[in-house]
């Protein structure tokens, strides 16, 4: 069966029905995700708003800290100190209309509070303080001052009161705001209390009545994730009127400002599914009666000092975030019929975008066994594409591991090579250098029994012409020894790279520059600036085991080889730059110049011994190939290459040891 008939059948039947079934499943599994993303969100504002009322009641806090520290609260303590000893202070209707007008002025400007009290010791109203005015009420009693509220005759009031700690402000529900606001309403924020102190005696105290209007602006503020409906009940199992009592409500309009009649309570909400979910857990979701929503909450506690608690919550619509999805399931039905249509046309399209491709990669296997070069496939479709790239990176491969073993067997050549002129060299070495050495050493006999010699008359004359001429000549054949010797002790150098079993712990660092002191005159001399050793030094220790003496002979040849070019190529940039690299592995030790670089048809024979492109009397040939040698021996890289722009890059890479 061909391909295009195989494609033509399948992919009409086999992907229509799964790719329908994977898309609604797909927008379920999001739709979950979605919710549990919305869920979570939901309940991290909950918690913001609940730090934004934190925020608030921690404000109005501090405000009633400091209005106890007020000059005209501070001048009235001595009144309330008379109050507790049954005494009457001579300044009081003066003290009490300062603090009066004091309170009413506040109250004006900052209308977070509704009402202040001022009350002695034993809990009764020396001056009350609400709306901006102050109350006209006065009641007698045994005690000297006349009081604003009904006295109080409860001696456990009075003992809580005593146990209030100070310098705080703790939250508790004052008698006299229950007797002002009524049995049939509750206090939604219960009143603030600070004891007030003077010299060292609880004299008094502070009672502040948070009216909850800017709890109620705040929370207008806040934002309502998916329009959700916001609810805030009180949670005191201690108070069974008060528990459950709705506090906030979105649906009902029902504000903290607003007095609140102890039938509105969250137990009845949903049958109580919420108030049930509560009681299992402090936080989470449930779902509504009618199953079309959701109501998130979290447990808040409001008052540092008390075991109150507030119940956040927020109920949200399921159709926030289902009716999108119900849109694209549409959507998918809708596509899937159209596909139903379309797949017929577009399959045997399809299946000609396959198959040719396909042919066209089977031609370029066998254009590859025929030894021609594969072309890249052209294709829309990224798996043909892919394809195509894996089999030219497989031929590209190929060659590449042709190329490395020839290189590899050029390597084990050179190395034949080397050792082969290595023992030659030696032999050759030792034979010709007791002849060089014998021929200087005669010829400076010769010299010096020369320049002993004397003549008379025009013999002298010509005599001293012709010794000056021999003195030359020998002092020529002298320096001719003296290069033929160099030449000598070069091959006796190569030939003696033999690995050293003995090898020590190196430091690189200080191996590099104890080798920079060395050939610092040499560069001087020739004007050439090394750079790079401060950045290397900087870098901390770098530990190889090797010969450091022939390890030094390597790096001074290689600098010196540097040097020259630089010298002799007369360039702009006189400067060779080092740079060292290091791993857990291995260290890579960078040599450039700014020379002219090495010709392309000599850069096979730059290590091969006795090549050189230098002058005739300036070099060897064997300053590469010992390098090579020495390097090699401490299984190490050496490579050359030219610079893109310009000069030649030598490379040296040996293991580290730690």
């Not at 009075?158 to 700690?165: D, G, I, N, Q």
């Not at 506090?247 to 609140?260: G, I, N, P, S, V």
Request: with cysteine; proline share 3%; net charge negative.
């Amino acid at each position: 069966m061909k391909l295009k008939s195989y494609i033509f059948r399948w992919v009409t039947l086999a992907t229509l029905l799964p790719a329908t079934a994977l898309g609604l499943f797909a927008t379920y599994y999001v739709q979950n995700l979605y919710h549990e993303d919305a869920a979570r969100d939901i309940l991290r504002s909950l918690e913001n708003i609940s730090s934004e009322i934190t925020r608030s009641l921690q404000t109005e806090q501090k405000l009633i800290l400091k209005l106890t520290e007020s000059r005209p609260v501070q001048q009235f303590l001595p009144v309330l100190q008379a109050a507790a000893r049954g005494q009457r202070y001579p300044q009081y209707t003066e003290r009490l209309k300062t603090l009066s007008e004091f309170l009413q002025q506040y109250q004006s400007v900052i209308s977070l509070f509704d009402t202040f009290r001022v009350l002695d010791i034993r809990g009764n109203t020396l001056l009350k303080v609400r709306s901006g005015h102050e109350s006209i009420t006065r009641y007698e009693g045994f005690d000297p001052y006349p009081i604003m509220d009904k006295e109080i005759i409860l001696p456990e009031h009075v003992r809580y009161l005593a146990e209030l700690p100070e310098n705080n402000v703790s939250f508790i529900e004052l008698p006299q705001t229950r007797d002002e606001m009524g049995t049939e309403n509750n206090i939604v924020i219960p009143d603030g209390i600070v004891p007030l102190i003077y010299k060292g005696e609880r004299v008094g105290y502070l009672a502040v009545t948070i009216s909850g209007s800017n709890i109620d602006q705040l929370l207008e503020l806040a934002a309502r994730l998916y329009n959700g409906k916001l609810l805030i009940a009180e949670i005191d199992e201690e108070n069974g009127v008060r528990n459950g009592q709705i506090l906030y409500d979105d649906k009902t309009l029902l504000r903290f400002a607003h007095l609140k009649s102890t039938i509105e309570n969250i137990q009845t909400i949903e049958d109580g599914r919420l108030w049930n979910a509560f009681l299992e857990s402090p936080f989470g979701s449930v779902v509504s009666g009618n199953g079309r929503s959701h109501y998130y909450y979290i447990e808040y506690f409001p008052y540092p000092d008390s075991l109150t608690s507030w119940l956040i919550a927020s109920e949200v619509n399921d159709e926030a975030y289902t009716k999108p999805f119900e849109r694209i399931r549409v959507g998918i039905w809708v596509l899937a019929s159209i596909a139903a249509f379309s797949s017929l046309f577009l399959a045997h399209f399809a299946s000609r975008a396959i198959s040719t491709p396909i042919m066209h990669l089977a031609k370029n296997l066998k254009l590859y066994a025929d030894g021609s070069r594969p072309e890249p496939v052209k294709s829309n479709i990224d798996e043909m594409q892919q394809l195509s790239a894996s089999f030219i990176y497989m031929a590209e491969k190929l060659e590449q591991e042709q190329q490395e073993r020839i290189r590899a067997e050029n390597m084990m050549v050179q190395n034949a090579k080397l050792a082969s002129l290595g023992q030659m060299a030696a032999g050759i070495g030792h034979e010709i250098n007791n002849p060089l050495n014998n021929i200087r050493s005669l010829s400076r006999l010769i010299k010096r029994d020369l320049e002993k010699c004397t003549w008379e008359g025009d013999e002298q004359r010509q005599s001293a012409r012709y010794l000056k001429n021999m003195l030359e000549d020998i002092s020529s054949l002298d320096e001719e020894v003296v290069r033929a010797s160099e030449i000598v002790q070069g091959v006796l150098s190569f030939a003696r790279q033999i690995p050293d079993k003995e090898f020590t712990r190196i430091n690189m660092i200080d191996l590099l520059r104890n080798t920079e002191g060395l050939i610092r005159q040499e560069a001087k001399r020739a004007q050439v600036e090394l750079q790079g050793m401060d950045t290397i030094e900087r870098g901390g220790s770098v530990m190889i085991m090797g010969d450091q003496g022939k390890l030094q002979q390597a790096l001074v040849n290689i600098l010196l080889n540097a040097i020259q070019a630089c010298a002799d190529a007369q360039c702009a940039q006189r400067s060779i730059e080092l740079s060292l690299q290091y791993d857990e592995d291995a260290m890579l030790l960078s040599i450039r110049d700014h020379g002219p670089g090495i010709d392309a048809e000599v850069m096979d024979q730059i290590f091969d011994p006795f090549f050189t492109t230098k002058s005739v009397g300036k070099g060897t040939g064997l300053g590469l190939s010992i390098a090579l040698g020495i390097i090699q021996n401490h299984k190490g890289e050496l490579n050359i290459e030219n610079a893109e722009d310009g000069g030649a890059v030598v490379r040296i890479k040996l293991p580290v040891i730690h």
